[in-house]
T-cell receptor, first 115, second 113 residues
Framework: AQSVSQHNHHVILSEAASLELGCNYS??????LFWYVQYPGQHLQLLLK??????LVKGIKGFEAEFIKSKFSFNLRKPSVQWSDTAEYFC?????????????FGRGTSLIVHP | EAQVTQNPRYLITVTGKKLTVTCSQN?????MSWYRQDPGLGLRQIYY???????DKGDVPEGYKVSRKEKRNFPLILESPSPNQTSLYFC????????????FGDGTRLSIL
């Protein structure tokens, strides 16, 4: 079965700083990759997803992620964060064949953006 | 407005008292699922459903039941709740990817005493 690791548990930034949140997965086959955001007290929202094709994926709210197959990584980036980006971010993966179709979520990264 | 609706939002109850958390979606999605979210553990899938009368276990199904009698509804049933089921629960639906949620409900916070 696949697993997901989010190395940064807590990230604190000032507004306008650049953001990169790490996500690594372990699975040898083909996967779908996702990033979700959970604002305080709210449900998860899908930020972006990668199924196939261009490894650079653009999502909502100015976020993007790059799938690097050789590194088993799918890092989330934003060039300039805002106070409203304060939230918890979850990376998720599911296998498309051979492994578990059940999605596996990372433990989350808490992002705090200071105004 | 497209949405996934869960009820109740909050519930405090006691060990052994059966409870049901309802989930309804208005997007005609075939795929629905239940997750629990615990601090430091992320989300873990409890059950999922690919269509009416088709359900299957996720990663942590013990102590839970589900049913899918209608496409829009996917209730989560705790027959005999225990304190280790105290958690935040989310229902989710998806239009095209059966195993990956794309629309979440607002969550149900359950406390089992």
């Amino acid at each position: 079965a696949q697993s997901v690791s989010q190395h940064n548990h807590h990230v604190i930034l000032s507004e306008a700083a650049s953001l990169e949140l790490g996500c690594n997965y372990s699975y040898g086959g083909t996967v779908n990759l996702f990033w979700y955001v959970q604002y305080p007290g709210q449900h998860l929202q899908l930020l972006l997803k990668y199924f196939s094709g261009d490894p650079l994926v653009k999502g909502i709210k100015g976020f993007e992620a790059e799938f690097i197959k050789s590194k088993f990584s799918f890092n989330l980036r934003k060039p300039s964060v805002q106070w409203s980006d304060t939230a918890e971010y979850f990376c998720a993966v599911n296998a498309t064949s051979g492994g578990s179709y059940i999605p596996t979520f990372g433990r989350g990264t808490s992002l705090i953006v200071h105004p | 407005e497209a949405q996934v609706t869960q009820n109740p939002r909050y519930l405090i109850t006691v060990t052994g008292k059966k409870l049901t958390v309802t989930c309804s979606q208005n997007m005609n999605h075939e795929y629905m699922s239940w997750y629990r979210q615990d601090p430091g553990l992320g989300l873990r899938q409890i059950y999922y459903s690919m269509n009416v009368e088709v359900t299957d276990k996720g990663d942590v199904p013990e102590g839970y039941k589900v049913s899918r009698k209608e496409k829009r509804n996917f209730p989560l049933i705790l027959e005999s709740p225990s304190p280790n089921q105290t958690s935040l629960y989310f229902c989710a639906s998806s239009p095209d990817l059966p195993y990956q949620p794309q629309h979440f409900g607002d969550g149900t916070r359950l406390s089992i005493l």
